[in-house]
């Protein structure tokens, strides 16, 4: 139900554009919703969100409907706030939230509900990957790839960003097949392979979301060129692969010291074309292909077989549920405490423990090192869908 006052300022300001009085009634429509809502800022939070809802509601103005801009006023709120974060830390003693995340400095939820670009999907047609009974016998406690490998610890420790992209079903699938090859060649294989040209040619949505079976499909029907971080076409060198990530991190609507901004509009996939960007690369895109043996990755059903899995031969990748409360991870055992679904996420998982009692997956993100344990996260068995599709290949080495 809208406010009648809040219906009434906002037509005001709709009528009179960008006048004095529009200005005014701006303010007042902002208030009525804060009221509303009940949301308790710090002073820079509030400047922030005012400014936010102002750019994005003048660009709406001709369109929208009083309902609309509600939910505009919800979208352009700030994506970590003070006051949720104490509310996070009050309620459970597993995880900690912080304001401080890099990542998200600046960003509105809907900023942030863009990375999310994971889409669920059955998993009818999948090989279920199921240990024998005596195969799950001495499974050790606590485990991290990047020590239990460490000739690949470097490939596997990498934390990627993907910048303003929805590309997360293509980064997860990715970095797990990619650490798979350097564990099978024996650390002999260290390159980073293209989570690039995975977002602009496996059969999803690009930067408007994925899924992550589809990425794993491709590695075996298509295969894999390499290509790391975002590198400006200028500098690039030989060592940055085929096929660099072909966007850079950015800032969104904030004068940064650390990174550009990012574009007005989000990025879109770049085109699926059959050859490397990098033109220092001495080999072409079909001699640099690297391919998953399986026609289609398997699926492990049960956390133990994940475990095993991931002990053997390497990290998998997952899916699972973000909510507002998980962009303000810092550190423990991640379990949903408080906030509205964001959108689906992909992301690779490493290792596997236990945090005073809590039994938990260690997951490497690809929000860069500014988010988080430097990148990292830990996140409780089972909390937020997150054993609902875990899936690994077999590169071809």
């Excluded at 059959?274 to 998953?292: I, L, T, W």
């Amino acid at each position: 139900m809208v406010h009648q006052l809040f219906a009434t300022s906002i037509g005001l300001w709709l009528l009179y554009g960008t006048s004095v009085l529009a200005i005014w009634d701006l303010k007042s429509t902002f208030e009525d919703l804060k009221a509303q809502k009940g949301l308790v800022y710090t002073p820079e939070e509030e400047a922030q969100h005012l400014a936010r809802f102002e750019e994005d509601l003048k660009a709406q103005a001709e369109f929208i409907s009083t309902e609309d801009v509600a939910e505009l006023y919800d979208e352009t709120r700030p994506a970590i706030m003070q006051s949720f974060v104490d509310e996070i830390n009050s309620k459970q003693k597993t995880w900690t939230a912080s304001i401080e995340q890099g990542r998200f400095e600046t960003f509105s939820l809907r900023d942030a509900k863009r990375l999310c670009g994971t889409l669920r999907e059955a998993a009818s047609g999948l090989t279920k990957k199921v240990y024998a009974p005596e195969e799950l016998k001495d499974l050790p406690t606590d485990f991290d790839a990047r020590s239990e490998f460490p000739k690949c610890s470097g490939v596997i420790g990498h934390i990627r960003d993907q910048s303003a992209c929805g590309s997360c079903w293509a980064f997860g699938p990715t970095e797990a097949f990619n650490d798979r090859l350097c564990i099978k060649s024996d650390g002999k294989f260290t390159a980073l392979l293209s989570a690039g040209e995975m977002n602009a040619c496996a059969p999803s949505f690009g930067c408007g979301g994925g899924y992550p079976r589809a990425a794993w499909k491709w590695l075996h029907d298509a295969g894999i060129a390499t290509g790391g971080d975002y590198v400006e076409t200028g500098e690039m060198t030989k060592a940055d692969g085929c096929w660099p990530y072909d966007f850079r991190p950015c800032a969104h609507h904030v004068k940064s010291t650390k990174y550009p901004a990012c574009p007005e509009k989000d990025y879109s996939a770049p085109q699926c074309v059959q050859q490397c960007h990098n033109g220092k690369y001495p080999a072409s895109v079909k001699e640099d292909r690297h391919f998953m043996v399986e026609s289609s990755p398997h699926q492990y059903s049960s956390v133990e077989d994940a475990k095993k899995a991931i002990s053997t031969d390497g990290p998998v990748s997952a899916a699972f549920d973000v909510y507002e409360d998980f962009l303000a991870y810092k550190s423990g055992v991640y379990k949903h405490t408080s906030g509205s679904l964001l959108g689906g996420h992909a992301v690779k998982i490493i290792g596997y423990g236990e945090e005073n009692g809590e039994g938990y997956w260690l997951v490497a993100n690809s929000w860069n090192e500014d988010w988080g344990d430097h990148g990292f996260f830990k996140i409780a068995f089972g909390d937020s869908r997150i054993d609902g599709q875990l899936l690994g290949g077999t590169p071809g080495v």
